[in-house]
């Protein structure tokens, strides 16, 4: 019975104690939190009005970001303490023992030459003994040290506004014109240019407007433009000459005759396109239609394009 009652005082001696605290840390951090307020999207084009005259319509779109912007002052306070364990006072009691004596007479020492030695280091030899010598109660030990938040507060240090506006680099702009639809990639500045005549068919189909869309992160923006009466009727002109030239050249990939090419026509078409503005789709047919000639046509059809520009 006496041994039974031995093992449990042990037990509870191993097994039972209290954490040893060490001083509260306290920590102070200065956060900034943005959230966004508001996001648009603004649309421009070089026309300077709600009409387009140029056949090639040069657009560019920015986005403007509104946030507010807190400054806070965040403080936490923490419990640091050493964890109890039981099996560490086989050692921790005899250190306690043999540091006792050491620590009294280094205090001894202190008092007599009038505090000159480091509180650090006097109290730090007594509590070291002190709780070396409590079976209840390790020795502080920083290298296996808990934490835990006592109390945590923060603070409304400044709060204010910020507006951010920049271009939509790599957005993606839609133009609309009754059924006919081109998508567009801004690049690093925002900016596309449109050419109008991929939508001529549209405009034979009675559209009047041109719509602009982009989109960005959940927000879209709209531009309704009218097109010019003079540009309309060059775009449906434009739009007949290109179709009529992507026909011919389907059935002359399929057909075998020799059929006898019509380079002043073709000379008369491709300048047309140059008066009308669209000098870059003129170039283009030119190219696609000196592929299919011959080495003696091709010579005639440049020489033609050259009198019809005249």
């Known amino acids: 019975m006496k041994n039974c009652s031995l093992v449990l005082l042990a037990t509870a001696l191993f097994l039972g104690g209290c954490a040893n605290s060490l001083p509260i840390q306290k920590t102070v ?6 959230e966004l307020k508001s996001y648009n999207l603004d649309i421009m084009t070089s026309e300077g009005s709600s009409v387009v005259n140029s056949p090639r319509l040069q657009v560019s779109v920015q986005g403007a970001k509104t946030f507010t912007v807190k400054s806070f002052e965040h403080q936490v306070a923490y ?30 020492v202190d008092f007599l030459l009038l505090g000159l030695l480091p509180n650090s280091f006097t109290d730090t030899l007594l509590d070291v003994s002190f709780a070396g010598l409590n079976p209840f109660l390790n020795i502080e030990s920083e290298s296996r040290f ?13 709060e204010k506004e910020e507006f951010v506006k920049k271009p939509l680099a790599g957005g993606t702009l839609t133009i609309a014109a009754g059924t006919a639809k081109t998508t567009h990639t801004l690049d690093a500045n925002g900016k596309a240019e449109i050419p109008l005549l991929p939508i001529g068919s549209a405009l034979t189909e009675g559209a009047e407007h041109l719509l602009l869309e982009a989109e960005s992160e959940g927000t879209k923006a709209t531009l309704q433009l009218e097109i010019g009466r003079q540009l309309e009727a060059r775009i449906k002109q434009a739009a007949a000459i290109t179709g009529k030239y992507g026909s011919a050249l389907s059935s002359a990939a399929s057909s075998d005759t020799n059929a006898v090419p019509d380079i002043k026509a ?3 078409d491709i300048a047309a396109l140059s008066r009308m503005g669209f000098d870059k789709e003129s170039k283009g047919l030119e190219k696609m239609l000196l592929q299919t000639l011959k080495d003696n046509d091709q010579g005639e059809l440049r020489k033609e394009i050259v009198n019809a520009l005249l």
């Open 146 to 158: 808990k934490k835990e938040v006592l109390s945590e507060e923060k603070k409304l240090l400044d």
């Open 79 to 108: 419990d640091v303490f050493t964890p109890y364990q039981g099996l560490r006072e086989l050692y921790e009691i005899p250190v306690g023992i043999a540091t006792l004596p050491v620590a009294v007479t280094v205090n001894m």
């Open 29 to 34: 951090e200065t956060n900034v939190e943005r």
């Open 266 to 268: 073709m000379a008369t």
